[in-house]
């Protein structure tokens, strides 16, 4: 394919996107509206107001940008609250079902903020960490220690320290170098540690397939044939408790085949284990995906929660076992949904792309913001929508490609959308579905501060993390020469 740089409307082409794009992925259809919020992509509570400005929660975007500034992310504060209700009460009930019950903790990683984390305190769900930092973050919350979990491949010595000494409620050990640490720890701190153990179970999903081998080859976990040892020696140990296995089978997962393997795979170890010892637990971790495009059809969590549920009773009634407590973890489905980052449009170009079909335009919409707001595009391709936010168009919807203002070609935002053809300097776009690891992702790539979260509610705005300016990130320079 070869492409050339065109200057705008009215060049060979450029109306290409009316009626479908060759450029265009087959799962991309041209709407009859580009002005429309798809159902099930953007935050729950958001509109268009009868001007046409997209308005969350009561916010018209054109204030948030013109208060906060844009990059911006914004975040629906009742969507993640309803969300973590919603996941907690679906897991109850589905255990409740099969004799047992659940807990729900909130994956920090997702998203962490002191604020969301009384957001998911008040829900009722715990909070996993996976460093010091989101430790820290989860303590300063306020949440009860007890009901934090901790994650890690490589945990430092005073990582360990730090949570065992501050109450957490279980570390998760993910290989048998960590239980010598842990438990010295636990001696050091008097204290004795509740620990589940990650194993590799070989399932590994992602959003369409699910992959179930003997061995998975990555970095978490221990296998299902070294596990037996490890919790032997967990249990020799008086400063340590082991309350039961742990896996997470992958991300953006859509339906429930690959958390059934793996609760089986799971649950058929853990009975073996039943022998040495109690094993009150069983922690099948996060994972469950959501719409980032109207092509996106996730299976709600409640169908999960049942297919799981229905696969650990049959698996322990053929086992003879009871069903032990189920612990998940979710990230992105309670906070992804609940995000809009909204950008203000800067340059845009058509480009003219030869394709089998003959010449196709694609214009290129730059935005203020980029790989270093969301870094989930270059890193997974991952696919995103967008819309105009602060005006309704009545033009045609011509296929674009949403760019950021990176020195980098894979700086993409939006790789595949249609936007109306007039979309240009001045406007703002918001795309939505960027709660879940974005902010959380961000970067200083090309020296570029990292935008403020802003959360609204009830027709209200306010601060949740101030945006870094240039001198936040100068005042980290040591050599910098005083002004
Ligand atoms: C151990 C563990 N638990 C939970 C999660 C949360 O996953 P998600 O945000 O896709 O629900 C992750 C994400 O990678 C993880 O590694």
């Given at each position: 394919m070869r492409s050339r740089r065109m200057n705008g409307p009215g060049e060979p082409g450029y109306a290409c996107g009316v009626s479908g794009n060759p450029l265009a992925p087959a799962w991309l259809k041209a709407p009859a509206d580009p002005n429309e919020l798809a159902a099930g992509v953007w935050s729950q509570n958001a509109i268009r107001a009868a001007d046409g400005v997209i308005e969350i929660a009561g916010v018209r975007a054109t204030e948030l940008a013109a208060t906060y500034g844009t990059p911006l992310y914004v975040v629906d504060e009742a969507d993640v609250r309803s969300r973590a209700a919603e996941a907690k009460a679906a897991f109850d009930a589905a255990m409740e079902g099969i004799g047992t019950s659940a807990k729900v903790y909130y994956a920090g990683k997702a998203f962490l903020s002191t604020e969301v984390v009384r957001w998911i305190d008040a829900a009722g769900l715990g909070v996993d960490v996976a460093s010091e930092g989101e430790l820290a973050v989860a303590l300063a919350g306020g949440i009860?220690?007890?009901r934090i979990g901790v994650h890690g491949n490589n945990k430092s010595e005073r990582q360990i320290a730090r949570a065992v000494e501050a109450g957490v409620g279980a570390i998760v050990i993910d290989s048998a170098l960590e239980v010598e640490r842990v438990a010295s720890a636990a001696a050091r701190a008097g204290r004795v540690q509740r620990v589940r153990l990650r194993i590799n179970s070989g399932v590994h999903a992602s959003t369409h397939e699910y992959l179930a081998t003997?061995?998975?080859?990555?970095?978490?976990g221990v296998t299902i044939a070294d596990a037996p040892g490890i919790v032997a020696a967990i249990r020799s140990l008086p400063g340590l408790a082991f309350i039961g296995l742990h896996s997470h089978i992958g991300s953006q997962i859509f339906e429930a085949h690959g958390f059934a393997e793996a609760a089986r795979r799971l649950l058929s170890l853990h009975a073996s284990l039943l022998d040495g010892g109690p094993v009150p637990e069983l922690n099948l971790g996060g994972g469950f995906g959501i719409a980032y495009t109207s092509a996106d059809d996730p299976m709600p969590i409640p169908e999960i929660a049942a297919g799981m549920a229905a696969a650990l009773a049959a698996a322990a009634g053929e086992l003879g076992i009871e069903v032990p407590v189920i612990a998940v973890e979710p990230g992105r489905s309670i906070v992804g949904p609940a995000g809009t980052t909204l950008y203000a449009v800067g340059t845009v170009k058509a480009v003219t792309v030869e394709t089998d079909s003959g010449p196709a335009v694609r214009k290129y919409v730059s935005v203020d913001g980029g790989m270093s707001d969301n870094v989930r595009p270059a890193l997974y391709r991952a696919d995103y929508s967008a819309r105009i936010a602060s005006r309704v168009s009545a033009d045609h919807p011509a296929l674009a490609r949403v760019a950021g203002m990176h020195c980098e070609s894979g700086d993409i935002v939006v790789r595949d959308e249609y936007l109306p053809m007039d979309v240009g300097p001045g406007d703002l776009l918001a795309v939505p579905a960027?709660?879940?690891?974005?902010w959380a992702m961000a970067s200083n790539y090309n020296w570029v501060p990292r935008p403020p979260v802003v959360a609204v509610r009830g027709g209200e705005a306010r601060l949740i993390v101030r945006g870094e300016t240039i001198e936040d990130l100068l005042a980290r320079d040591a050599g910098r020469i005083a002004p």
């Open positions: 009860d220690p007890a003997a061995h998975e080859d990555q970095k978490f960027t709660g879940a690891y974005g």
